[in-house]
């Protein structure tokens, strides 16, 4: 198996956007992740960093280039098998939680794992084990209403990591919180990288928070350069 987590290669994407005419938004982007790397995705806004992780998370499709997950192509899978790599190996953190308000945050982290086949009791368990690793099993039992918005964040990176991918991809997970939470919940956000070995690619505005991953790239003109 590959030691590389996520890679990209000459990915290319144009939007049409009618009378504007057409968006070159990636130029060609490289991108190679290894295991248990944590990697910041800065760039202003319209850059083109939502349809980069997309694209890396096998939500969207480029307009040309590659994207391998642990060294598998994905444009040479079946719908079918890039539905199961994405469930399997990529958990997404969005801007806004997204989480089901009509359950508590331990169901919103069970609810996936069942859907991928675990039984209720070990995803209970690892639902318990997850929200522990960022502070809050004493919120378990709380719906998302009952929560304060660095309390709901942290059960979406929770959610994200129920099924044990190997990549998290996060489009500004801090963005909607304020500079203390946004410090505090991004300390919970590494610490879960680490426990946990994963890979993260985390979008974010934020240089000081960027600036305590592993590395920082920019995406700038539609290609990735070191920051
Ligand atoms: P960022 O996440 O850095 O803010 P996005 O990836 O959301 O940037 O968008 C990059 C550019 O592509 C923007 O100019 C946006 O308007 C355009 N864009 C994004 N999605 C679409 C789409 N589905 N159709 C047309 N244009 C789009």
Redesign the pocket.
């Known amino acids: 198996m590959s030691d590389l987590s996520l890679e990209l290669r000459g990915i290319e994407k144009v939007?049409?956007?009618g009378q504007t005419g057409e968006?070159r938004?990636l130029r060609g982007v490289d991108l190679s992740l290894s295991k248990g790397e944590a990697v910041a995705l800065v760039?202003?806004?319209?850059?083109?960093?939502?349809?980069?992780?997309?694209i890396a998370g096998l939500l969207d499709q480029p307009d040309s280039g590659e994207v391998l997950i642990a060294g598998e192509a994905a444009q040479d899978l079946s719908d079918a098998r890039r539905t199961a790599i994405r469930r399997a190996d990529v958990g997404f953190v969005y801007q806004f939680h997204h989480l089901l308000p009509e359950f508590t945050a331990e169901e919103n982290i069970i609810l996936p794992q069942l859907a991928n086949g675990t039984s209720r009791a070990e995803a209970r368990d690892r639902a318990k084990h997850l929200l522990s690793l960022v502070g809050i099993e004493a919120r378990a039992s709380h719906r998302p209403a009952a929560l304060s918005g660095g309390e709901q964040q942290r059960v979406a990176f929770c959610r994200a990591l129920a099924n044990q991918p190997r990549i998290l991809l996060a489009?500004?997970p801090t963005g909607n919180l304020d500079p203390e939470t946004s410090d505090r919940v991004f300390a919970a956000l590494m610490e879960l990288v680490r426990q946990t070995g994963l890979t993260a690619l985390i979008?974010t505005h934020n240089m000081e928070l960027a600036a305590r991953m592993d590395r920082v790239l920019r995406?700038d003109a539609g290609q990735l350069v070191p920051a």
């Open positions: 939007y049409n956007q968006i938004v760039a202003p806004s319209g850059a083109g960093k939502s349809t980069l992780l997309h489009d500004e979008a995406l």
